[in-house]
């Protein structure tokens, strides 16, 4: 039986695993009606500063522009607003962000070949071939969208190096005097990854809602983390009466045939790991996600068609481009810790990530962290395992029985009455030796939900990503290089294993043993920090099973003196 839910676990395993691959085909989602649009939470203000003072000052100043006067500038240029977090690089050229580099966060770990450490920027690379920035406009009229995304704005800016108890705006107006007004300001502060934005823009004195863009896609991924089929997940997700709907990037339309959402709370373009993310009003926004198709030439010397992705989204307030921290989001507020797909079993994952975030207070490793939450699992769930070792142990020891009663009922899959008298002989039998036939299944299906849990956290924690362990486990958000850890993993699989009392016949004992096998080429790929899990969940089954072992067999000892006497 036990051999039976140890497959039925990889299956579910296997099953789970390729669920998170498969795109849910989106539904559309109707607006909330204004009388029942919940009230959007603000996140706590930074203290005002006296640079924000005079901010707010040139703001208003900015706003008393005399109708049709020609607001642009005379060159191109580039300004740059630096905080402790990130340093945001915007061109006048259209009011758009060329470079969004986070100071924590590596593109790459450094090598003895790279030995530079390369911030990793959220602004994609092919942003530059297609021309469409991050926070370009989109109109009607395609005339219009071409001639805002490519003057020349008038920037007006506070101070561009924002303390974290600061805040600063940056300002980019145009008008041509006659049809077209723009105006884009962007409020950051320097404590968070989270700043205001305001888009307003008139076409002949009369304010038209313009689309603002993000793209294309988000990030650039280094060789190593394309590998990582769980960092290659990207595409647009949106959130709707507390609920989140993702759309993978190979299911994105070309927008003719993109579908639209509204009564959104919120919109984003995410990867495994970071998100650029908008909050919108949820009664007058809508957005979608969509793809441009360019032909371009390739080494070989022939043309492909190469997609590119954005979202497009209408009256944003706030935005957060940066990591998917939990605590950060969480604080944040707006439902955005939702953006972290825990995926199934996520009420679990969340709780995992919690503590094992409190231990890494004390130990600040995050390998050595899940090897402690892996050790204090085992040993909240060792009496389920010891119950159910010892119904195994139990089964085990009336197989003859059991066998010598099938041979008796050698028609019982044909004649339903051998098959009822069957099954009335064995309840008597497993009744007399005090066995309950579903103890040995039942706590280890407990255990599934956190097993399943373990395994989402370590896939989604942007805490893990280029975290290291020991030696040479650089980055436990990736596989292991010398692929150490998955062959251990097999090795003490197989231990355990054989060491677990069974009750299937030798052609299945002989059939599961192939198991640590397939288990080490499932894993190879893995993230180290998944591997080292379910490594140590091993190690420390193996030192379970020693000890329950010795358990039964003294309590043997003792019934066998007792049935002497």
Known sequence: MERRLILAIFLSFLILFLYQLVFIKPQKITPTPPEQAAAVQKAEAPKESPEAQETKALTAESQTAVSGEVVAAEKEETLTVDTPLYTAVWSNKGGVLKSWKLKHHLKRLPTKKEPEKEPLDLVPETAEKTGLYPFSLKLDEPELTEKINSVLYRVKAGKLIVEPDQKSSLIFEYSDGNTVKVRKEFIFNGQDYNFELKMRVEISGKEVDPLILWGPGISTLSPEELKQKFSANRGAVFLANKKVLRLQEKKIRLESEATRYAGLDWAGYEENYFAALFILDPVRSQAFAYRIDLAEPQADGKTAVVPYFYLAFSRPMEAYIGPKEYDRLAAYGHQTKKIINFGFFGGMAELLLIAT????????????????????????????????????????????????????????????????????????????????????????????????????????????????????????????????????????????????????????????????????????NFQAGLVLYWLTNNVLQIAQQAIMNRMMARKRETDGKRRKK
């Open 357 to 524: 975030k409190y231990f890494h207070k004390f130990f600040p490793n995050w390998g050595l962290a899940i090897v402690i939450m892996t050790f204090i699992i085992k040993i909240l769930f060792f009496p389920l395992t010891y119950s159910s070792t010892k119904s195994m142990a139990k089964m085990q020891e009336i197989q003859p029985k059991i066998r010598a009663l099938r041979a008796k009922y050698k028609r019982a899959k044909q004649d339903m009455e051998q098959r009822r008298q069957m099954n009335e002989e064995l309840m008597r039998l497993y009744k007399e030796h005090g066995i309950n036939p579903a103890s040995g299944c039942l706590p280890l299906l407990i255990q599934l939900p956190v097993f399943w849990g373990f395994f989402r956290m370590l896939v989604v924690a942007v805490e893990f990503r280029q975290s290291p362990f020991v030696f040479w486990i650089k980055d436990l958000s990736v596989r292991d290089p010398y692929y150490i850890t998955p062959i251990l993993m097999g090795v003490t699989q197989y231990i355990s294993q054989k060491m677990t009392p069974s009750t299937a016949d030798p052609a299945q004992q002989k059939m599961m043993l192939l198991m640590p096998f397939i288990f080490t080429i499932f894993f190879l």
